[in-house]
């Protein structure tokens, strides 16, 4: 007989209509839809069109109409500044308000753009939240990335206000945030900067304020007016989140109001299996994609308690910090990234700190972001004594493709398998011909259409990249730009990007734009960036660089410079710490690097002189340039 996955899975392929209209009868509507899934205008699918609804009601108002507004809505812990402060759903709401009353007051009206570049403080999601409120589209950009980056974003969203903060807090050092904004400001062309900055003060450094440009958080709230919600169409965007795509430009990736309203609200139960009252916790960062669907929306969708952590695995203090928060806040879920747990097993292997606390209320670890490896899964399994899923997603979907749907039915786990589909998605691997291959071969992962409610709609003011990004190459399906297989099981098993991206420290990043900068550096005549792997963060970048000829500087200056514009022009999240130069590199005899053979040496994987390489005894200089900078100890020949 059929487990309640298998039912759901295949009902939510065979009828996405009843099984969406369904769902989405669990959320508030200002008006309910006109059609559940409109494929009018193909391939641009639109979810609950005609629907009116607000995304900020549906997190806070609502819960707290059905007698919830007493409970613990966000719970603020942040070893960095010994703070640790509740918000109900009451409070929270009315902070809320209040902030949309500010941007009301400031000018902002349903569809403008609101930039929020925050550390993470409750202000953050209040910030988002009440962008939702008032219909206005929120983009949030990590703390970690560099001015140039902001700018690029600035000029894409053309935000009518930037919110932002004077600093964020990691483990050794204060950021001042505000220079930062302004150097991005004065970067952004001028017909894309605000109108009016937002700041909010932290007592660890305080911001230097533009008169007539910047406000302060606090004295702007002190005579805020609440502003009530305001309902939307659900194909409405509600944000714009830039990831990495395969250039320097990052993509704009949009979600709608109702899809994902909806979506998101039938995931906590479903795949996380956890419900009103419950606390979960994602250790992520609002500015990732796993922060707006798991710190701030998610959660609040379904009245759960979301924890808002302002620290680090490791460091604030020491690696029992996530069992303490698991134990002092009651924590039920917790979502982080493999990165995460890597710190932890290296500072404290055999779980030590882990005793000094109650995790009784503790049921499920889930990771993401990156590959889980076997060693981190099981030493997760043996030191917390609970079920440890593996779940595969990406900013584009804004939830899982596949997991472990704990809440549906829970399948026994297989090391490197985030399991199967999740309902909604329906998973293929295609040959070069979009053809599904065999079970076990491996192939492109691509989604056939329409993709499930929540997923991106399409790229910001960029339809055309959206298709030529995801829907080109294999027509009637979305590609993931992941490679993998789907065993006589029916799991699926994510191996590689197929194009560019790396991921480090669960933190994705584009390598062609990592390029883009070396190449720029006046003595690189070419070069190349991989994501070779790395213990702690997974995979890091490192910069392979042929100089020009007649270059006499010294090369070790030449690495300082090189890495130092990557952390000026991406950002120290990039974590771009290791270059070397190399007298040619290996390509095709059609000129193109053989990026894959140089990775494969670099991580002391077994490789195939390729049939089409110009000169082979290149392979050869390359290992010893590997190995000098501490990679292909053991590799082959
Ligand atoms: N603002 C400013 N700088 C930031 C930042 C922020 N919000 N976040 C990170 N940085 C900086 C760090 O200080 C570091 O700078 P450094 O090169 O001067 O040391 C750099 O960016 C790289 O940061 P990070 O990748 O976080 O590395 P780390 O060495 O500080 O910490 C881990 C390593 C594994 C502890 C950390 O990456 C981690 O906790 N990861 C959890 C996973 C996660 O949150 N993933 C997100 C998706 S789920
Ligand atoms: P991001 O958009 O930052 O969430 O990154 C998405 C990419 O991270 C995916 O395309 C994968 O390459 C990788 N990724 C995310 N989750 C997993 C996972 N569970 N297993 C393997 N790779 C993953």
Redo the contacts with the bound molecule.
């Keep these: 007989m059929a487990n309640p996955y298998e039912i759901a899975f295949e009902r939510s392929i065979r009828d996405p209509d009843g099984f969406w209209g369904e769902a989405a009868e669990s959320v508030h509507w200002y008006k309910k839809w006109d059609t559940v899934l409109d494929d009018s205008n193909k391939p641009f699918y639109r979810w609950f069109k005609g629907g009116e609804i607000n995304t900020c009601y549906n997190a806070l108002d609502r819960h707290i109409e059905t007698g919830r507004g007493d409970q613990a809505a966000l719970i603020y812990d942040s070893p960095v500044t010994d703070t640790i402060q509740t918000y109900t759903f009451s409070e929270l709401r009315d902070e809320t308000a209040g902030f949309a009353g500010v941007l009301a007051d400031l000018g902002v009206q349903k569809g403008d753009r609101v930039l929020i570049y925050m550390p993470m403080i409750p202000q953050a999601a209040m910030a988002m939240l009440a962008c939702a409120r008032i219909g206005a589209v929120h983009s949030v950009v990590f703390g970690g990335f560099a001015a140039n980056e902001l700018a690029t974003r600035i000029n894409d969203a053309k935000p009518k206000i930037i919110v932002s903060a004077s600093c964020g807090i990691e483990v050794t050092r204060v950021i001042p945030y505000k220079p930062l904004l302004d150097e991005a400001i004065k970067m952004a062309n001028a017909d894309s900067r605000p109108d009016k900055c937002v700041i909010f003060q932290r007592s660890q450094a305080s911001a230097e304020m533009m008169d007539g440009r910047d406000v302060d958080w606090a004295e702007a709230m002190a005579s805020a007016r609440p502003h009530d919600c305001v309902p939307v169409a659900a194909t409405d965007p509600l944000y714009i989140l830039y ?2 795509g395969t250039t320097g430009e990052p993509k704009g990736v949009v979600r709608d109001n109702g899809g994902h309203v909806v979506a998101l609200n039938w995931t906590m139960k479903n795949i996380y299996n956890v419900d009103a009252g419950d606390v979960y916790w994602a250790a992520s960062d609002v500015g ?3 922060g707006h669907s798991y710190i701030v929306y998610g959660p609040l969708f379904r009245g759960c308690t979301t924890v808002l952590f302002e620290g680090k695995p490791v460091g604030t203090p020491d690696a029992g910090v996530f069992w303490r928060v698991i134990s002092e806040h009651q924590v039920k879920c917790m979502f982080t990234a ?1 990165t995460a747990f890597r710190a932890i097993k290296r500072e404290d292997p055999n779980a030590e700190l882990m005793k000094k606390y109650d995790l009784s209320k503790f049921e499920s670890l889930f ?6 490896d076997p060693d981190t899964l099981h030493w997760a399994e043996k030191a917390l004594n609970v079920p440890v899923i ?8 804004g939830w899982a493709i ?1 997991a472990n749907c704990l809440g549906l039915h829970y399948f026994p786990v297989k090391e490197g398998s ?1 399991t199967k589909p999740v309902p909604g998605w329906n998973v293929q691997v295609v040959n070069t011909d979009n053809q599904a291959v065999p079970a076990g071969e491996i192939g492109a992962l691509v989604v056939r259409l329409p993709l499930p409610p929540g997923s991106l709609p399409t790229l910001w003011n960029n339809d055309q990249r959206y298709i030529d990004s995801y829907l080109d190459e294999f027509p009637g399906a979305y590609k ?3 490679a ?1 297989f789907i065993d006589e099981d029916g799991y699926v098993f ?4 197929t194009d560019d ?1 790396i ?1 480090v420290a ?3 990043l584009s390598t062609g734009a990592m390029e883009e900068i070396l190449a720029d550096h006046p003595d690189v005549a070419e070069c190349a960036v991989l994501g070779v792997a790395d213990q702690l963060k997974g995979q890091i970048p490192v910069g392979f660089m042929v100089l020009n000829a007649g270059v006499t500087r010294d090369k070790n200056e030449i690495i300082k410079e090189v890495i130092q514009a990557v952390r000026d022009r991406i950002g120290p999240v990039a974590s771009f710490k290791t270059a070397t130069v190399v007298g040619r590199l290996p390509k095709t005899r059609s000129g193109k690097i053989l990026r894959g053979t140089i990775q494969k040496i670099a991580d002391n994987q077994p490789y195939k002189v390729p049939a089409t390489i110009d000169d082979p005894t290149i392979l050869g200089e390359m290992k010893e340039a590997l190995v000098e900078i501490g990679y292909a100890k053991t590799g082959n020949d």
């Design positions: 990831t990495s990732w994609v796993v493999p990771l993401a972001g990156e590959r889980l593996d779940h595969w997603w990406q900013t584009e979907t596949c985030p993931t730009a992941d993998g994510v191996m590689s990007r991206i991921n669960g933190h994705r």
